[in-house]
């Protein structure tokens, strides 16, 4: 229970490492969380093979869900569009490194959402892209 | 009369649990669901135990006494909203069941395109949808009375809005954010001098303060049970007899007919016109007996008490930095307060608390266009009921200085 805010979450939430605007970019996609508004928009930056070489979010919300964009941001940098598309929601799980009950995995699993979204170029982010 | 809150705890027998081995609860969350005395919980009970059968038309013994239970249930709730006749009390499943049936029934058969309807910004979206459908529907316009900046209504703005003509108004007695209590008598006398009827949602009045329709001259009033001690899927809709006699069947089956052929049917009469399919009946009994809890402790004794508690929590969180307060001051609310909290999220804030036991909500509370009004996405809220102590609010301030150590 403690663990939900962990001395990293906290971190994450008030000091993000990859807040902020990425011009020029890529892939750009944005939702939010009806149920408590969260707010989640991801830019990437790729090169000519598919790499993402530079990422950013921005948004508003809770802790976890600001703090799972940082960290998801940071773990994405160097990696593929195909790695991307892999990532399931362990991947956030282990980057937070705690449990979550039902209404705060939306929460955290918001940027993965995003992040999806994007790059598969669909017109909205949908559940069943971050299943298990 | 005075209200003794060790003695009503030992009512409610989930108040005596803790949340984990250790931490007692604080349940702060009666504006959502309250919590229910072990009176209601035998009443239902003893009913499967002893009497369960299906209700009307059964000529065996279980069957009548589970019909006499029922219809007594009906009249005891009828005398608590001093209606002046049972028959008047339609069950339905809640709150929003309710004001979704006058919407129905009523709205389709008497408004007409170009009519309409007089809301408030403070609405619930229980008292919202059901009209925008309607309005979808049937080209009907809808207008807003506009809130102060302290969360109340603006009158002055209300009276104007009244010279439009609308059909109906439908507003809120108590708004389960700001905490709000509108003044309904003033507030249903010019919308009666403008030509229009009105519906009154009473899901956060009711259980609070003694409401008394005769005395509102309200034309609907809407309910729920679990909202003043009673199971959930169970409400009510109150209605002058003259319009739910005008107003044609809401869903069809057994029971709402006085007969059926090969091809037609002849509705009964009301309330069962209403009341299709076997009901909620342990949850009717459940409520009557919520009603008979209530009126032992006493109505004004759990508004006096509500309102001492709102105004030591007020003053207590008014003292918090960073914390703002939404709504009015305590002399013009309900037990409820709603804040933002500078720097920390309202999940944030309600997990936090959760870890000392503590239950308050977190988000728009099913009142989004309030919030966009205020523009916020969401807020925390700490509501009170009978069963809510100083100490409770004590806490909760507690709670509040260690969410603000944790994110400061």
New interface residues.
């Given amino acids: 229970?403690?663990d939900?805010?962990r001395e990293i979450i906290?971190e994450h939430y008030?000091n993000p490492t990859y807040r902020g605007k990425l011009e020029p970019h890529d892939i750009a996609f944005a939702d939010s969380n009806p149920?408590?508004?969260?707010h989640i928009e991801i830019q990437l930056r790729l090169d000519g093979e598919g790499r993402i070489t530079d990422a950013r979010f921005d948004g508003?919300?809770?802790?976890?869900s600001q703090a799972s964009a940082d960290l998801l941001i940071e773990s994405i940098i160097g990696k593929t569009l195909e790695d991307v598309k892999k990532l399931n929601r362990q991947h956030v799980l282990d980057l937070l490194g705690i449990e979550l009950g039902p209404v705060?995995l939306k929460?955290a699993l918001l940027s993965l959402k995003v992040l999806k979204a994007g790059v598969y170029g669909l017109g909205q982010a949908d559940d069943s892209l971050v299943e298990e | 009369m005075n209200l003794d809150v060790m003695r009503v705890r030992r009512d409610f027998p989930v108040l005596a649990r803790e949340v984990r081995p250790g931490v007692p609860l604080v349940y702060l969350d009666s504006t959502a669901t309250s919590q229910k005395p072990r009176q209601v919980i035998e009443a239902m009970d003893r009913f499967y135990r002893l009497s369960n059968a299906n209700i009307h038309r059964g000529v065996h013994t279980l069957a009548e006494e589970a019909t006499a239970l029922y219809e007594e249930a009906r009249a005891k709730i009828a005398r608590f909203i001093n209606a002046p006749s049972p028959r008047q009390l339609i069950y339905t499943r809640n709150t929003t069941e309710a004001i979704n049936l006058v919407a129905y029934a009523w709205g389709r058969a008497f408004l007409r395109p170009g009519d309409r309807l007089l809301l408030t910004e403070m609405e619930h979206h229980s008292n919202l949808v059901p009209w925008y459908i309607l309005a979808q529907e049937r080209g009907v316009e809808i207008d807003f009375v506009p809130l102060t900046e302290d969360g109340q209504l603006d009158l002055e703005a209300y009276r104007r809005l009244l010279e439009r003509g609308p059909k109906l108004v439908a507003f809120t007695h108590m708004s389960n954010v700001l905490g709000t209590i509108n003044p309904a008598k003033e507030m249903i006398a010019l919308a009666h001098q403008a030509g229009a009827i009105t519906l009154l949602d009473g899901a956060q009045s009711v259980p609070h303060f003694p409401v008394d329709v005769q005395d509102l001259d309200v034309d609907f009033l809407a309910f729920s049970g679990h909202k003043m001690c009673g199971p959930t899927g169970i409400g009510i809709l109150y209605g002058k007899m003259h319009l739910l006699e005008a107003m044609p069947p809401f869903l069809g089956g057994g029971d709402m007919i006085r007969a059926v052929h090969l091809g037609s049917f002849v509705p009964n009469d009301v309330p069962y016109k209403f009341e299709a399919g076997t009901p909620a009946i342990a949850e009717a009994i459940g409520l009557g007996a919520a009603v008979d809890y209530l009126q032992s402790v006493g109505m004004s004794a759990i508004a006096a008490h509500e309102h001492a508690l709102t105004a030591y929590a007020l003053e207590r969180l008014e003292e918090i930095p960073g914390l703002h307060l939404l709504g009015p001051a305590a002399e013009a609310k309900g037990g409820v307060a709603s804040f933002t909290f500078d720097g920390v999220h309202p999940h944030d804030v309600a997990q936090v608390l959760d870890r000392y036991g503590i239950a308050v909500r977190a988000g728009h509370h099913c009142a989004q266009p309030l919030h966009e009004r205020f523009g916020i996405p969401a807020t925390t809220r700490a509501s009170f009921y009978l069963y809510t102590t100083k100490e409770e609010i004590d806490k909760l301030v507690e709670g509040l200085y260690q969410v603000k150590k944790l994110f400061g």
């Fill in positions: 229970m403690d939900l805010y906290i008030k149920l408590c508004g969260d508003h919300g809770c802790a976890i705060r929460c």
